[in-house]
C-alpha cells in the first residue's frame, strides 16, 4: 500500500506526483478512467525513452508494475513490452464490472503504480529527472488537461 511503502522522493515531489494524477482524474467520467492512466504512461514513457532509452524505461516500467502488483493484484492485467504497458486484458476484466467499488479499485490500485514508478525513477536517478517530468506534466495538465504528445521528451 502506499503507506506502507518507502518513498524515495521528499514529501513536495511525492505530493506534486499524487496532485497531478488527482487533476487529471476529476476532469473525467469513470468509464474514462483506464484512459487517463493509459495517456499518462504513455506520456511518461515517450518522455522518459529518448533520455533512458527504450530498454531500460521497459525495465524500470515492469519493475514498478511488479512492486505494485504485489499489493493490487488487479494490476497483474497489465502487461509491459517495448512499445509501453498494454491495459486490453485489464479493460476487459474491468467491462464486467458493475459495482463502483470495483472501478475505484482499479483508480487506487493504478494510482499506486504510477507513484511506484516516479519512486524507482527518484532512485536509479536522484530527483533531477523526475522533477523535470513533473514540470512538464504540471504544464501539461494546468494547460489542457490531457498528456504531451507522443514524442516529447525530457531533453532540452
Same mark, same amino acid.
Given at each position: 500500500m502506499t503507506d506502507e511503502r518507502e518513498s524515495q522522493l521528499d514529501a513536495a515531489t511525492h505530493a506534486r506526483a499524487e496532485r497531478i494524477v488527482a487533476e487529471r482524474l476529476? &476532469?473525467?467520467? &469513470?468509464?474514462e478512467t483506464l484512459a487517463?492512466?493509459?495517456?499518462?504512461?504513455?506520456?511518461?514513457?515517450?518522455r522518459l525513452e529518448p533520455t533512458l532509452g527504450g530498454f531500460t524505461v521497459q525495465v524500470l516500467f515492469d519493475r514498478a508494475l511488479?512492486? %505494485?502488483a504485489k499489493d493490487y493484484p488487479l494490476l497483474s492485467q497489465?502487461?509491459?513490452?517495448?512499445?509501453?504497458?498494454?491495459f486490453e486484458a485489464l479493460r476487459e476484466?474491468?467491462?464486467?464490472?458493475?459495482?463502483?467499488?470495483?472501478?475505484?479499485? %482499479?483508480?487506487v490500485a493504478l494510482r499506486e503504480l504510477i507513484l511506484q514508478l516516479f519512486d524507482l525513477l527518484g532512485l536509479l536517478t536522484g530527483d533531477i529527472?523526475?522533477?523535470r517530468l513533473l514540470a512538464e506534466m504540471d504544464?501539461?495538465?494546468q494547460s489542457n488537461g490531457r498528456p504531451?504528445?507522443?514524442?516529447? %521528451?525530457? &531533453?532540452s
Open positions: 476529476q &476532469q473525467v467520467r &469513470q468509464d487517463v492512466y493509459k495517456d499518462l504512461l504513455d506520456s511518461i514513457w515517450a511488479t512492486r %505494485s497489465l502487461s509491459v513490452t517495448p512499445g509501453g504497458v498494454e476484466v474491468l467491462a464486467g464490472a458493475s459495482a463502483p467499488e470495483e472501478v475505484e479499485a %482499479s483508480r529527472i523526475v522533477r504544464g501539461d495538465t504531451a504528445p507522443q514524442g516529447a %521528451s525530457l &531533453q
